[in-house]
């Protein structure tokens, strides 16, 4: 044999010119931005909790899911999967595909949501707006099907954030939003968080923030804080990854599957709040940042408060850290509507009242 074997490659030319340009625009994009901030609003009731909110509203698509969208797309690109003209496709509640049509649209890529019909107008319009397409099912376990089905069909790539988010993401380091919360952190009174509390949806926050802990040695303790319909909180208690649940009114959190990116082992305690008590609490913290966030947001700050709650029960001091994951503009005709409140029977009052009184005495634990 006088030359080579030649298989089909990947990597033509034009393809590597393509990539190189890609991650151009992906960087060029990341240096625009700054990092975000780490909020700490004070409550007179809680006296030695220090409470910090990592605000991930003020990404250029308004949540944290930003940091999501980029790190898939960098996973796609690096792994030769996404290319010139490929058909992005992916399984979403809104938040994850509204970041996906802007790094989309940054890279001239055709992009398809698949989502339930219940999901919020405001995330339709803005998907729409960073000219993605929005498909439409009924029920949210019927999303990763319809995607894949999309995908194949076109010869395209299924991002797949429920599969992909912990890997994706570099948890050692790079920036990611463990190691900017560690860092900002570092300068504080308690600059080691006695917990670090967040909501789980892919479960890849929570996932990066736990391998994160355990790989600089430290002694901040992860609480995953669940919600009403949501596979998670079962499947932690009991083990058994297959469980199933009815699906989730708080949008971004809760699965009606135990989605592949949770990983149990990496968390040191689990709760589980109302969705009453989780409206309740976006309403109070809206109320003292002068600006409305999202009902993820107010599921997390429940936890926060659930640990805050447990710490003075055991007269420990300390901080605590969760996020902001996007804002409550997002939410206007839904937990910030009293007509759809009522229509949810969702009565927030007694869990509102309950929850100013701590705050403002550290009256009334609310574990
Ligand atoms: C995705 C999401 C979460 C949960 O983050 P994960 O890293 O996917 O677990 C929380 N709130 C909102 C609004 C989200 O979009």
Known sequence: MDHCIKGRSALTPENREWTRRAIRVLEADGRRSADTHLVKPDFPGLRGIDIYFKDESTHPTGSLKHRLARSLFLYGICNGRIREGTLLVEASSGSTAVSEAYFARLLGLPFVAVMTRSTSQQKIQAIERF????????????????????????????????????????????????????????????????????????????????????????????????????????????????????????????????????????????????????????????????????????????????????MREQGRTGSLVTLICDSGDRYATSYYDEGWLRAQRLDIGGWRARIERFLDTGEGSLL
Not at 191 to 202: C, F
Not at 242 to 265: H, K, L, N, Y
Request: aromatic share 8%; proline share 3%.
């Open 131 to 310: 000219g993605g397409r929005c498909h439409f099912v009924e029920h949210a376990r019927e999303v990763y099907g319809a995607a894949q089905a999309i995908a194949d069909e076109a010869g395209g790539y299924y991002l797949d954030q429920f599969t992909h988010a912990e890997r994706a993401t570099d948890w050692r380091g790079n920036n990611n939003i463990a190691e900017s919360i560690f860092r900002q952190m570092s300068g504080e009174h308690h600059a080691v968080p006695a917990w670090v509390v967040m909501s789980a949806g892919t479960g890849g926050t929570s996932a990066t923030i736990g391998r994160f802990i355990r790989y600089r040695n430290l002694d901040t303790r992860l609480c995953v804080v669940d919600v009403e319909g949501s596979a998670f909180y079962e499947a932690w208690q009991s083990g058994d990854m297959d469980v199933t649940a009815t699906g989730s009114r708080i949008e971004g959190i809760g699965r009606p599957r135990v989605e592949p990116s949770f990983i149990p082992t990496v968390i040191d305690e689990m709760i589980r709040v109302p969705d009453e008590a989780s409206i309740a609490a976006a309403h109070v913290l809206s109320d003292r940042l002068f600006r409305r966030v999202g009902g993820s947001t107010g599921t997390n700050f429940m936890g926060v408060l659930c640990m805050a709650s447990l």
